[in-house]
Structures are given as structure tokens and as C-alpha cells.
């Protein structure tokens, strides 16, 4: 796995370059280095500590303006931390120094959010992607791994979606990620830069923000039911998902950094199994062994898509993707995540 990059190496070795400025504490510069975007998120984060526990160097460039201190408690020196926007080329030229692979996940997430502020969801969606790819294909960087999204698909009836269907993306976050597909296919085609993009279907697990208006449905059922509060679903609550635990989001990233005819594809990651909203708020409620109270029922939102599932076939082939922790076993973990957080912060007295 160790990929040194030459040119830096090189650079170093004739001591124009400063090693401790590139490198955290504790590592040299013959491991592969990973640029993590919006690893302070809930998805970047969990790539970030996975990365450190196989023993890669790790570089993260986030804003913190939907990611958390607490996503990176503990890591201190063993990442590079760099604050910046994606919206600003220059910083992100900067982070791009000396790396081998890029995950890019930053963005603003939630299709609720786009509908209210298209704008902004496409200059940090498409523009900060194009950013990253520009930066990437002048540091020669080996690949580029990006967040894209099952919603592209839009509410077209047939199920399961296979990569081989026509978009139809109904929202702007969704076009902003139909967007960031087509860039990443341009820049393999036009310039051989690498590049590999990921569908997530709804993921979720540990580090995923319960609080907030954007908030995701999972950690706001689960935190309601802590609290003992009535959960609000938009829509009859018969809308379904296929929910894909954060760890095979993990995996999926892992393997398509080096799988072999990746390059230039776009893949499904999900679980290929779907889940009502009522039916994970039951699942929700058996867990934690309580009666909940009925949820309340507001009217479907803009842009909301009825049912989603997933053809996960072309990921398992391409990339080796197992997608091994199914909904069952993975709500369970999330929701010990979840006590946990609660039991801590009421210690804490907060
Ligand atoms: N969570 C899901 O179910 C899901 C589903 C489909 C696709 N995705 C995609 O996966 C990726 C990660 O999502 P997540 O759920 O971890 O969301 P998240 O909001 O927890 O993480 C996104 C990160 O990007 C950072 N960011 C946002 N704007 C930025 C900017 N201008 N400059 C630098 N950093 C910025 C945020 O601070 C945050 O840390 C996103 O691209 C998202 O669109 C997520």
C-alpha cells in the first residue's frame, strides 16, 4: 500500500522542500497520503479515523460549516488539518500538495437546504468539485474518489436503480451532484485524471449530526426517542430507503482508490434492501425498548423521493464492494453511539 510520491521525495531529499510542513508527527513521506474533504463530517470523519487505523497519512480540508470538532476529537497531530473553503482555489491547490488519493466528500448536503439556497449548494457542490479536480489533475494525484448521491435518480418508478438508467434529478442538490458526476467523468476523459464516483443511498451510524433543520431521518428518530419525544415524518411515513450502515460507505471509498477499471464509473453503495420510515422507527423503538408516541405527519417535502433501492451488482464486481453490515446490525450500533453521546453529555451536565 505504501505509494511514495516521487516528486515530493525528491524535492525532499534535495532539501527543498520541508518535510515536518507535509507530513503529521510520526509519519515519513513513503505512505500514501490521503486528502479527506469535509472530513470533519459524518461520513469524511469516519473515512479519516478508518485511514489512521490502517496507518495512512491523512490530510483533511473542511470549513466546519456542517462538520464537527468532535468528529476529530482526539486525532490532534495525526492529521493535517487544513480550514478552508473548496470554494477557494487556491486553498485547495495548497491541500493538494503531495497527495496520492482524494475522498472528496465535502459539500452541503440535504435536498431541503438546496431548495431553500440553490445557490450556495451549487457554488460548494459543483464549483468546489471542479476546484478539487483542477487541483488534483496539477498535483497529479493518482485518483479522485467523490460523493455522489441516489438521489440523481429522482422518482423515476422503476426499482432497483442500476447505474445504466437516465438521471432525473428533481432537486438542486441533486442536480449539484449529477453535476459533480459529469465533471468527474470530463476529467478522466479529458485528461486521464482518475476518477471514481460513489452513489450513496441514505447512509447513516456513528457521527451523524441529530441536531439541526437539515438534520438526517435516522439520528433525528433516534435522538427524539431518547428523549421520549414524538418523531415528525414528512409524507405517510410509507416512503422507503435503502439505509446503507456509514462502515460499508467505508469500505466502498477503500477499494475504489485502487480497484482495478474503476476509473471514470460511477457505482451504487448501498445494502440493497429497503426500509420504510415506519418500519426503522419500529426498529428504533424495539431497540431501545420503549413505547414511542404516535409520529406526527407533515406533508411531503419538495424534491423528496418516494422509494429508493439500489443495484449494488456493478459495485461488488468492479470494486470487490461487500456492503457486508446490513440495516439490522447497523442501526443497533448507531444507536449505542447515540447512548453514548447522551450518557456523556449528561455527565458532562450539558
Ligand atoms: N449522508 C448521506 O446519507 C449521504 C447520501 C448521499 C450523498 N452524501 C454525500 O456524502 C458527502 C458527505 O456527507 P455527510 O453526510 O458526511 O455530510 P456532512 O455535512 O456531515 O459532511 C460534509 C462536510 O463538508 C464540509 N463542507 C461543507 N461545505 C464546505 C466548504 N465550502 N468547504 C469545505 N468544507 C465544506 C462540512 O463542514 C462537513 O464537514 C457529501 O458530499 C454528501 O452530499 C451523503
Redesign the pocket.
Known sequence: MACPNARNAGRIARGTMQVDRLYPAGYGPFMALYLV?????????NLVHALLARGERVRV????????EV?LEGLGEKIDLHR????DLDAVRKAMLGVDYVL??????SVPRSVADPLTTD???VL?TLHVLVAAREAKVKRVV??????IYGDTPTLPKVETMMLSPRSP?AVS?AATEQYLKAFYLSYGLETVGL??????GP???PNGEYA?VIPRFVAATLAGEAVTIYGDGLQSRDF?FVDNVVEANLKACTAEGAAGQAFNIACGERTTLLEVLEQIAKALGKALPPPRLLPARAGDVKHSLADIDRARQVLGYSGAIKFAEGITRAISYYEDMARAARSAGR
Request: hydrophobic share 30%.
Open positions: 474533504t469535509g472530513g470533519a463530517g459524518f461520513i469524511g470523519s480540508l473542511d470549513d466546519f460549516s456542517t462538520g464537527r468528529n478552508a473553503d473548496l470554494r472528496h466528500q465535502g459539500a452541503l448536503g457554488r460548494v457542490n468546489g467523490a460523493a455522489s448521491s441516489s438521489s442538490y451532484k452513489r450513496y443511498f441514505n447512509v447513516f457521527r451523524q449530526d438526517a446503507c
